[in-house]
């Protein structure tokens, strides 16, 4: 599944070189996406617009660096150089909300890999080290930080923990999933997290969250995305005790963590990235196109219908309502998880080495996330809302993000992998200086099959430092195989 092997089934961006082209594709494949023919830079672009929090904290313009899973810690969750390299990368792109950099643990159980960021009182310090790192190497480029808003997201990796071998996972799950359980080799008797144990991760939480404040990070992200703890509590459907079955219920791991903060950590904000709809887990069908795992009623899809391939956003709404009563502000729009819809959450042309080829045209996903995350801005204008899945847009990506802003779809365009071989983006978009050709990313998903195959996370195809690295050519000769 290497993209050298792979001939994609549906047109590369890279080959649509006019408006008139890109808009073509879309016509003809029925793709709704908004499009501005002309681009504003300067003052006037609303890339450009700032934003005054409630909480008094300003967000100078509307790039958000949304946060990546880190595979280049130490064992014990401090950062190293390839970290720091990254945040650096981070702080200079122009964006002016860092929405975490990336996912940290609170816990060591919880780690999604051995080498992923943990915040506890023994790496305090590496963490103010880092922050600071982001506010001198911001200074420095832009003059000042009083409008750089930088987060730390908190998780806790539930079903997809690997805390101690990047080949061997130790499960903490809520409830027993027919699919995934098989998936992952799960047996029927496979224990759950407990109530009590539960109480005690939201005590961690809240002693995470103190050490971010002491560190420095302006807010932090309670994770609700992607597969990961904080999501799964939102389809306990059929969970017993006080985390299942009712909104309430399945809400009250976010609300106790939130009042653990709000006493403990006084002035932190708080903002939640969110996978608003979830699908049925996909698999390799026929020619290795992806396929829902299971045909008809799935109970399981938080934010989708029980077809499990179609959105149904009622409850995603009520959780919502959730975030409002707890005065959040700050949300993060994604959806699906990487671990088993990868299609859905993060559009790509070319798969990791372990999964599936997409079963569309990748700009369907695209389209997908941004009516989704209108939907909720237009139900939630209170929420200050950072939307996803702009990377697979590629060249064609100011002009969309433009005008997602213009129409008020979205109040902040989130960048992903597309930063990691293309950092100082926001300012060329700002600047109006055009796009980069040669560093654009292309979705060849290596900054996911790398750490997938216990190598550092990294664009090995167009960043110079990660493609001189010995691990390139270990990376090339694993996507031959």
Sequence with gaps: MSSGKYKPSFPRVAQLKTAEQFQHHLSEEGIDLPFAENLIAGLESPFAKGHLLRSGNRIGNAFCILPMEGWDGTTDGKPTELTKRRWGNFARSGAKLLWGCEAVAVRHDGRANPNQLLMNEANLSDFASLFQLIQEEHRTEFGKTDDLLTGLQLTHSGRFCKPNSKNQMEPKILYHHPILDKKFGLKEDYPLFTDAEIDELVEDY????????????QFLDIKHCHGYLGHEFLSAYEREGKYGKSME?????????????????????IGVRLSVFDWVPFQKGPEEKGVPSANGHYPFAFGGDESGTNENLSESFEFLEELKKLGIELLCTTAGSPYYNPHIQRPALFPPSDGYLPPEDPLHGVARQIRVTGEVKAAFPEFYVVGSAYSYLQEWLPNVAQEVLQTGKADSIGLGRMVLSYPEMPVDILAGNGLKRQKICRTFSDCTTAPRNGIVSGCFPLDPFYKNMPEHSQLKSLKEI
Excluded: C, D, H, M
């Excluded at 809240?206 to 990070?217: E, H, I, R, S």
């Excluded at 809400?251 to 002035?267: D, H, K, Q, W, Y």
């Design 206 to 217: 809240v002693k995470a969250a103190v050490l971010a404040q002491k560190a420095g990070f």
């Design 249 to 269: 219920n399945r809400s009250r791991f976010l609300r106790e963590i939130t009042a653990g903060i709000n006493t403990e950590a006084p002035g932190l904000e």
